[in-house]
């Protein structure tokens, strides 16, 4: 059997999520996986790596390549390692070296339905530090005074690093960190460059709820209490990563979402090749919803995210369009949404059980299989 050719669209724990239910789909189809991964972050201890060193900042590639690794016992204490955040240590004071097994130690940070370690509602799609890091580090870089330059590191983070300084290319690190992790699929860049992402935001000062003021860098505008009114890059046409865009033209599916809208999906559409790429492509295309609002996109409908892809991308057209049926609550809307883009809505049940706004990687990827492995 010919393998069906995917490349998901995302970065952060929505691409990871689609991935994992990617490969819960294995048994059934064979898939060639390829992550086309953001490179906009510029918080936590991305951020600190982009600004101390330059380069693509790691964190949603890292999370990208984890999702993807073997499940041989070496590779999955590897995956383990790469998602391994170094807490806070006091600085001089005598004897305090690390002495604990670490946050990780004995346990699968990403296993399937597990929440990842010190995220929550307003922390999706940003690579923090994790709880437990002390009040002083929360809403910052990742450390502070008194801690060591390790602090909110992920040991993944500091080898993409390194690899990138090491190979000289970022595209040949991803390669040799999948190797490393035993990786089942491919993950790219969107670009070779880091990018910044701005937003023009009405309400971004509670004090002014109808003044618009652009919010500067992908953080900011995650965590925004105001509502986005427009995005865009810079630089506005960073060149897309020729590797990303040799998948679209070969892929089969193109899968975008679930992930932060404005932060992980959207700005795939805004890189002038990737979005021709897209368009251009006879490759069919499903769109995943999210389960709830997150901060950035607070007062947008679930019809409204399906009506955002339009207006960043007018040329865009859809197959299909995957969505939780208690998520999206009355249909209708979404339906007529689903068809401006010329696709069909289905329904599926798709979250965790305990009622957090999460996807269950099998359950997605049983939604995924009767879908991806239906002929044109």
Not at 75 to 90: D, E, I, K, Y
Not at 230 to 247: D, F, G, K, V
Request: charged content about 20%; glycine content about 12%; overall charge negative.
């Amino acid at each position: 059997m010919t393998a069906r050719r995917v490349v998901a669209f995302g970065g952060g724990h929505g691409l990871s999520a689609s991935l994992r239910a990617l490969r819960h789909c294995a048994p059934e189809l064979d898939l060639d996986i390829t992550a086309v991964v953001t490179v906009g972050d510029d918080g936590g201890s991305s951020g600190r790596l982009r600004a101390e060193r330059g380069g693509l900042p790691p964190g949603d590639l890292r999370q990208a390549l984890v999702a993807l690794a073997g499940d041989h016992p070496a590779t999955r204490r590897s995956a383990g390692l790469f998602q391994h955040r170094f807490a806070a240590v006091p600085v001089g004071v005598p004897g305090s070296g690390a002495t604990g097994p670490g946050p990780a130690a004995g346990v699968d940070p990403d296993r399937d339905g597990a929440a990842p370690r010190g995220t929550d509602a307003a922390q999706r799609g940003t690579d923090t530090a994790p709880r437990g890091t002390g009040a002083a580090l929360r809403g910052t870089d990742g450390a502070s005074a008194g801690t060591d330059g390790l602090t909110g590191h992920a040991v993944g983070n500091l080898v993409l690093c390194g690899l990138m300084e090491l190979l000289g290319d970022p595209v040949a690190a991803l390669e040799h960190a999948g190797a490393m992790l035993g990786a089942v699929g491919r993950v790219l860049p969107m670009s070779r460059q880091p990018v910044g992402i701005e937003a023009r935001v009405r309400g971004a000062d509670p004090a002014a709820p109808d003044e618009v003021r652009t919010v500067s860098g992908q953080h900011q505008v995650a965590v925004t209490t105001g509502r986005v009114e427009s995005l865009r890059l810079t630089p506005s046409a960073p060149p897309a990563c020729a590797e990303a865009i040799e998948a679209i033209r070969a892929a089969d599916w193109l899968i975008f979402g679930p992930g932060s809208w404005y932060t992980s999906v959207l700005p795939h559409l805004l890189v002038p090749q990737l979005a021709d790429a897209i368009v251009s492509t006879s490759a069919r295309r499903l769109v995943t919803l999210n389960l709830a609002a997150e901060k950035e996109t607070l007062g947008l409908s679930v019809a409204d995210h399906l009506a955002a892809l339009h207006w960043y991308l007018p040329e865009l057209k859809v197959d299909l369009v995957l969505a939780d049926a208690k998520a999206v609550g009355d249909p209708e809307p979404v339906e007529r949404a689903a068809e401006s883009l010329g696709a069909r809505l289905v329904l599926a049940p798709v979250a965790v059980v305990d009622g957090t706004p999460r996807h269950d990687p099998a359950a997605l990827g049983a939604a995924l299989v009767p879908v991806l492995g239906a002929d044109r």
